[in-house]
C-alpha cells in the first residue's frame, strides 16, 4: 500500500502538473499539445503540421502554457491593469505643512482563479493578491487605516523604517478578526519595498497571498547630485511621464498544501502575460518594480531575451548596483529597480522570464509586445 501511494503521489507531482495532469483544485493548467502552432521551425519537414500552422506566439517554449482563460471579473483584479495601477492614497496638508496619505485596507478571505479552472482559498489585502501597489514619495507621512475582515489574525509589515510599535507584528499591530489598526510612519527610505502579513505560521500568510508592492519616490530636492534621475522616478513628473513603469510581483501558489508549488506567476495568474504580452513602445525607456514573494524556493530570478538591463537591489540607490546584466536573482522578500530599453530593436515579441526551468513551464513566462505605436 505504501508502494501504491507513493507512486500515485509521484504521479501528481509538479512534473506532472506539467504535463497536463490536474491539479489538487481540480483545474487542467498545462498544455505540451499545442505545439502545432510552431510555424517555421527548422526541425520540421515541408508540409508537416509543425511547418504549415499559422504562426502564434504562444508556441514560445514549446507551446507549454495554461489553457483556456481566467474568469478576471469573478477575480475582481486583471493582470495588465495590477502593472499600473499605483495606490496614491487620500492626499492631504498636516498642520507643519507634510503631505499625509492615508491609506485604506481590508483583509478578507477570498477564492480566487490562478490558472484556468485553478482555485486557489486565498487570504487578500483589498480583495486582490498581490494587493494595492501603494505609492508614496520620500518624506510624506503615511496612515494606513487596516481593518480584518478576514478569519485569522493579520497584520501589515512593511519594510520599512519605522517606530517598533508599528512592526506589524504581535502586540504592534496584529490585530484579530473585526479589529482596526492604524499605521503611521514616514515614507523612509526611497525605493521599491515589499508589504505583508507577519502573523504565524508566517509562510501559510505570506503564502496565502497577503503581501504587496510598496514604492517610495525619491524627492528630487534631498539629491541635487542625481536630482535628474530621481526626477524621473518622482510620479507626476514630465520626467517620469517618460517612462514605461510597471509593477511586478513574482509569486506561486501550492494548490495541495504540501509545502512545494504547483503554479508559478507574476501578479498571481499564470502566463497572463505569455497569452497577453505586454505592449511596450520602442522609443521608451522601461522601469519594472519587481519583487519576488515565492513561499517554498529559495530563490527566484527574471531573465530578459535579447536585451540587457540595469539593476537597482532594493531600489535604494540612484545608481545601479549592476549594470548591463539579462539576469537577476532574489531570494524572499528581496526587490529591486530593473531599467532598460528597446530604442535599438526592431519591433517584436520578446520573452522575459525566470531562469530556473520549471517556474517558467509552470507560468512564471511572458513576452513584452515592442512597438512604434504611440499609445
Not at 16 to 23: A, H, N, P, V
Amino acid at each position: 500500500m505504501t508502494e501504491i501511494v507513493a507512486w500515485v503521489r509521484n504521479k501528481i507531482s509538479r512534473r506532472g502538473l506539467l504535463w497536463g495532469g490536474l491539479s489538487a483544485a481540480g483545474g487542467s493548467v498545462i498544455c505540451a499539445g499545442g505545439s502545432l502552432a510552431q510555424s517555421g521551425h527548422s526541425g520540421h519537414a515541408p508540409g508537416s503540421p509543425l511547418a504549415s500552422a499559422p504562426q502564434d506566439h504562444r508556441a514560445a517554449h514549446g507551446a507549454m502554457i495554461t489553457v483556456g482563460d481566467v474568469d478576471d471579473t469573478r477575480n475582481g483584479f486583471e493582470p495588465t491593469n495590477l502593472l499600473t495601477d499605483w495606490d496614491t492614497g487620500t492626499v492631504s496638508r498636516l498642520p507643519d505643512g507634510r503631505v499625509l496619505r492615508t491609506f485604506e485596507v481590508e483583509a478578507l478571505d477570498k477564492e480566487i482563479e490562478i490558472a484556468p479552472g485553478v482555485m486557489f482559498p486565498a487570504w487578500t489585502y483589498n480583495g486582490r493578491v498581490p494587493g494595492p501597489s501603494f505609492r508614496a514619495t520620500e518624506g510624506d507621512v503615511l496612515r494606513i487605516v487596516f481593518r480584518n475582515l478576514g478569519s485569522h489574525p493579520h497584520s501589515m509589515h512593511f519594510h520599512g523604517i519605522h517606530s517598533a510599535r508599528m512592526d506589524g507584528v504581535p502586540g504592534a499591530g496584529m490585530i484579530d478578526p473585526g479589529d482596526e489598526f492604524v499605521y503611521e510612519f514616514d515614507a523612509r527610505p526611497f525605493g521599491c519595498h515589499l508589504y505583508h502579513c507577519h502573523a504565524l505560521p508566517l509562510k501559510r500568510h505570506i503564502h496565502k497571498g497577503m503581501y504587496g508592492l510598496f514604492v517610495i519616490d525619491p524627492d528630487p530636492a534631498r539629491h541635487p547630485e542625481h536630482e535628474e534621475v530621481a526626477r524621473s522616478r518622482l510620479l507626476g513628473t514630465p520626467e517620469n511621464a517618460q517612462w514605461q513603469e510597471f509593477a511586478m510581483v513574482m509569486n506561486a501558489f501550492d494548490t495541495n498544501f504540501d509545502n512545494e508549488n504547483e503554479v508559478y506567476a507574476v501578479n498571481t495568474v499564470a502566463h497572463a502575460y505569455a497569452k497577453r504580452p505586454i505592449r511596450v513602445v520602442r522609443d521608451r525607456p522601461v522601469r519594472i518594480y519587481l519583487v519576488n514573494v515565492v513561499e517554498f524556493d529559495p530563490i527566484n530570478s527574471i531573465h530578459l531575451h535579447a536585451n540587457f538591463f540595469d539593476y537597482f537591489d532594493q531600489g535604494t540607490t540612484l545608481t545601479p548596483t549592476l549594470k548591463t546584466v539579462d539576469l537577476i536573482m532574489q531570494c524572499q522578500g528581496q526587490r529591486g529597480i530593473i531599467e532598460f530599453t528597446y530604442k535599438d530593436h526592431e519591433p517584436g515579441l520578446y520573452m522575459f522570464h525566470a531562469h530556473q526551468s520549471e517556474f517558467t513551464e509552470l507560468g512564471w513566462s511572458g513576452m513584452f509586445d515592442v512597438t512604434d505605436e504611440v499609445a
